[in-house]
């Protein structure tokens, strides 16, 4: 197969993650990372999603057009962000609160590695150039799902998804979905597996991108991408 | 204005900044240049006091808002959650100029909370088997295991509110509240960089997010919200 150019694979991934909260009929509280998981609030149709940043906001617009930006309100990313009807403000204490007590549905987030445990390397490469966690930590221990948004290979062709993390891990077995251009996988009692793999690649080509050891899920199928 | 001749609490920045001592511990709020005292920062940076250990979520830009601070080698230590956006602070911390406590976002917001409220120490999941683990007290409940953690009191806090009344009641603008609220009641002597001062009476009292009991001193600032 050849490889996807890199927008095509970013949108195949935000949009296929938003089709799992457009499903839902009741309420559902999601907290998008900055980068690609950004991109899922472009494909988000139903009105039931509510979006938290928290930075101390529920209810998050789209990014803020040129004449609307406000320095004042923006979401984790610094990026100015718009208010919804019935969106509402509240102290960085609260806004953990919402995360660590279990009250935010998801996360989105990038990942530099996943592995076969579900560990999740999101938050520091030691090159001495970064010195920063934010709220990483807390969202992937906090946030009741923890959906890995991430391109299968880095731009070198290197898989991600890997044995055992190599870089500092952000949580320790707390990755529930990961979601590429290539394939949908979930994680069940510790184990991987393959729910999804995308049109264009076989089942062996995956294999030899993919370094955790994975097996097919008993719903496996052929990945939704967008038309 | 009346409201400023009725306000005792209300001082110049030079003279609020002036109360901050060589050494402290100095709670900062704001996160991404949004709500950070922006007048005080300044004044701090003016002042020349040193070997400040800075409690904030973030550190600014390079020579920039808090960032500033750092350039001016006014900073002993750092304890916060990002410094991704100054790289300045790697630099310094590679160098040996200065030490960095990093502490996930949640937590920091908790610990500054617990100093507040008189809690020493809490146990949270955020960072439990990572590097931010190493050191700490680790306790099981039920099945799952929790990391100890400190309570982050502080010296000094420098706060950003959109409007006071004359007693020093506190409301905020948008997601320029963050840590504002929560460090207002974590340190000793807590200044108020506010946009507006307004008679007593005037915020409702539903609306009002930080009490005045939390304020010691308020300056009036640029009007950034």
């Known amino acids: 197969m050849k490889p996807l150019a890199e927008e095509v694979a970013k949108k195949r991934i935000a949009w296929r993650i938003a089709q799992e909260f457009n499903k839902t009929e009741s309420p559902l509280f999601i907290n998008l990372g900055v980068g690609i998981p950004t991109m899922v609030a472009d494909y988000i149709t139903n009105n039931q999603v509510f979006l938290q940043a928290e930075n101390g906001m529920l209810g998050l617009g789209p990014a803020a057009s040129e004449e609307k930006k406000d320095r004042m309100l923006i979401n984790a990313g610094r990026i100015p962000i718009t208010e919804t009807p019935g969106c509402s403000f509240f102290d960085s204490c609260t806004s953990f609160g919402m995360i660590r007590g279990g009250h935010v549905d998801a996360t989105v987030i990038g990942a530099f590695e996943v592995d076969g445990e579900g560990n999740v390397a999101n938050w520091i490469i030691p090159n001495g150039k970064q010195l920063g966690v934010g709220g990483a930590m807390d969202l992937v221990a906090g946030a009741r799902q923890v959906y890995i948004s991430m391109t299968h290979c880095t731009k070198q062709g290197k898989p991600k998804m890997i044995e055992t993390c190599t870089l500092p891990i952000t949580g320790h077995g707390e990755v529930d979905f990961v979601v590429t251009e290539l394939a949908f996988f979930r994680f069940e009692k510790g184990r991987l597996l393959l729910e999804e793999i995308a049109p264009e690649v076989t089942l062996e080509e995956l294999k030899t991108m993919t370094l955790a050891p994975f097996s097919r899920s008993q719903n496996f199928r052929v990945m939704p991408v967008p038309g | ?225």
């Not at chain 2, 020349?48 to 600014?60: C, H, I």
């Not at chain 2, 406590?101 to 008189?118: D, N």
């Not at chain 2, 439990?128 to 700490?136: D, L, N, P, Q």
Request: charged share 25%.
């Open chain 2, 1 to 225: 204005m009346d409201a400023a001749k009725n306000c005792r609490k209300l001082k110049a920045i030079d003279e609020a900044i002036g109360m901050i001592k060589k050494g402290s511990r100095v709670l900062i709020g704001g996160f991404g240049n949004a709500g950070d005292p922006k007048k005080l920062i300044e004044g701090l940076c003016i002042s020349g006091t040193d070997e400040l250990v800075v409690m904030s979520n973030d550190l600014g830009s390079p020579n920039e808002g808090l960032g500033k601070l750092l350039s001016n080698n006014q900073v002993r230590g750092l304890i916060g959650t990002y410094y991704n956006w100054n790289p300045e602070v790697a630099m310094a911390y590679n160098e040996g100029k200065i030490f960095v406590e990093l502490v996930p976002q949640g937590t920091f917001a908790e610990a500054v909370r617990a100093a507040g409220v008189g809690i020493p120490a809490f146990y949270t999941l955020s960072g439990v088997g990572t590097e931010i683990a190493k050191g700490k007290e680790e306790k099981t409940f039920g099945e799952k295991t929790y990391l100890l953690q400190e309570a982050l009191k502080a010296d000094v806090a420098l706060i950003k509110a959109h409007k006071a009344d004359v007693l020093g009641n506190l409301v905020y603008y948008k997601t320029a509240r963050n840590f504002n609220p929560v460090m207002a009641m974590a340190a000793d002597l807590v200044i108020a960089e506010v946009d507006e001062l307004v008679p007593g009476g005037e915020l409702d009292p539903e609306s009002i997010v930080t009490p005045h009991i939390f304020v010691d001193v308020l300056v009036l600032g640029g009007g950034d919200r």
